[in-house]
C-alpha cells in the first residue's frame, strides 16, 4: 500500500486572489481550500486500511461495524453533501486532453507532454501550480478560479 497526501504540497500555492474569491465562495467548495489532510502517523492510516472491508464499504472495529456517512463528510469537510455519488470512469487521455485544454486555456501539446511523465490521463499537481500561478499574473480569474 502507498500513502499520497498532497497537503504539503497544496501549501505551496499562492492565496487565492481576492479577485476570485467570490466565484469560489458561490461554487460552494470554498470550506475545501482549508480541508487537508496531512498525517504522519501511518500506522494510523495502515490500521484502519487493515479493518477496511470493501464488501460491506465499512471499517470492522473491536467496537463493532462503522460506515462512513455523507452527513459524516459534510461534517468533517464543511459543505453541503447534495444529489447522489459520481460513478468516476477511468478517463481517456485524448477527454482528459481536451478538458483541461478547455479549462486551463493551455495548449494541447503541453498537456500531452505532461501526461506522458504521469503514464495516464494525470498531471503533476507541481504543474497545476504553475499554470496558476501564470493565469494569476495574466489576471485570467476564471481559470484561476
Not at 473491536?62 to 469537510?77: F, H, K, Y
Not at 478538458?99 to 494525470?122: D, F, N, P, T, W
Request: aromatic fraction near 8%.
Amino acid at each position: 500500500m502507498k500513502l499520497f497526501s498532497h497537503g504539503r504540497k497544496m501549501t505551496k500555492f499562492k492565496r487565492l486572489a481576492p479577485k476570485i474569491e467570490g466565484l469560489v465562495v458561490a461554487s460552494g467548495l470554498s470550506p475545501l481550500i482549508t480541508c487537508s489532510l496531512d498525517t504522519g502517523d501511518r500506522g494510523l492510516i495502515f490500521a484502519f486500511v487493515e479493518c477496511w472491508h470493501k464488501e460491506t464499504s465499512s471499517f470492522h472495529l473491536l467496537v463493532g461495524e462503522v460506515t462512513i456517512t455523507l452527513d459524516d463528510v459534510a461534517s468533517l469537510l464543511h459543505f453541503l453533501v447534495v444529489w447522489a455519488f459520481h460513478n468516476f470512469k477511468l478517463l481517456h487521455v485524448d477527454n482528459a486532453i481536451e478538458m483541461l485544454v478547455e479549462l486551463l486555456e493551455v495548449s494541447a501539446a503541453e498537456v500531452r507532454a505532461k501526461m506522458i511523465q504521469c503514464h495516464g490521463s494525470y498531471v503533476r499537481l507541481s504543474w497545476l501550480r504553475d499554470v496558476s500561478e501564470l493565469k494569476i499574473e495574466a489576471c485570467d480569474w476564471i481559470v484561476v478560479a
